[in-house]
């Protein structure tokens, strides 16, 4: 696979139109706008700049792993039992499942390979994007980025429906990140070869509290 190939594969995975579930799901952000702790454009950019280095690095670093070790099924179990303990939220652990599920549907239908045929059932959607990262030829970094793109792009595209603010302030804010991104992008790569319980721990405990309310919550818009 040349690189622009790898590139233009990069921006498929990350777009939200891609039928693996992403629009349907705000990463949090619709219980975090009605509980009063996200109410304008500052604080999204704060919303993303946390998640980012939170849930977003941690899950950029797990699906890095799963891509070094995507074909050993007893691996790949070990990792999604660590991530799963590094999620204690139940609604955070049955909406990640859920999403690896599509995921990995919708790439089957798409692309299919060998590496996707046979994967564990029920991985937490990073690790599934490891092993189509490592079935699409992304390298270490760019798997990351996708996972990271998409831990920011999905709450800030809910925020145009949710906020009813301007789509040109709610890309604005994901530019904001930008170096951000790419720095995380390099620092998850890091993880590669490192084992599954060493990996990172990144807490967010708002995060945990609004995905138990959400699924309690009979009037939304967003699935998560």
């Given at each position: 696979?040349?690189?622009s190939t790898s590139r233009a594969t990069l921006l498929m995975l990350g777009d939200g139109r891609l039928p693996s579930g992403g629009y349907a799901h705000s990463g949090g952000l619709e219980q975090a706008i009605r509980q009063g702790w996200v109410t304008d454009v500052s604080d999204l950019k704060d919303f993303l700049h946390g998640r980012l280095h939170t849930t977003g690095l941690m899950n950029a670093a797990f699906a890095v792993s799963a891509r070094h070790i995507v074909g050993d099924h007893r691996s790949l179990a070990d990792l999604d039992?660590?991530?799963c303990a590094r999620t204690p939220a139940p609604a955070l652990r049955t909406t990640g499942e859920w999403l690896g599920t599509l995921m990995?549907?919708?790439m089957q239908r798409i692309h299919p390979h060998p590496l996707l045929e046979n994967l564990?059932?029920?991985l937490q959607q990073p690790l599934v994007y490891g092993a189509v990262g490592r079935a699409l030829g992304l390298g270490a970094a760019e798997t990351a980025a996708v996972v990271l793109h998409e831990a920011v792009t999905g709450p800030a595209t809910a925020a145009v429906k949710l906020m009813s603010i301007d789509p040109f302030q709610a890309h604005g804010a994901i530019l904001s990140l930008g170096e951000e991104l790419d720095v995380a992008a390099e620092a998850a790569a890091d993880y590669e070869l490192t084992?599954?319980?060493d990996l990172p721990a990144?807490?967010?405990p708002l995060s945990d509290?609004?995905?138990e309310m959400h699924v309690k919550d009979h009037v939304r818009l967003f699935a998560s």
């Open positions: 696979m040349t690189r039992a660590e991530l990995l549907r919708s564990p059932k029920g084992p599954a319980r990144l807490s967010s509290f609004a995905a």
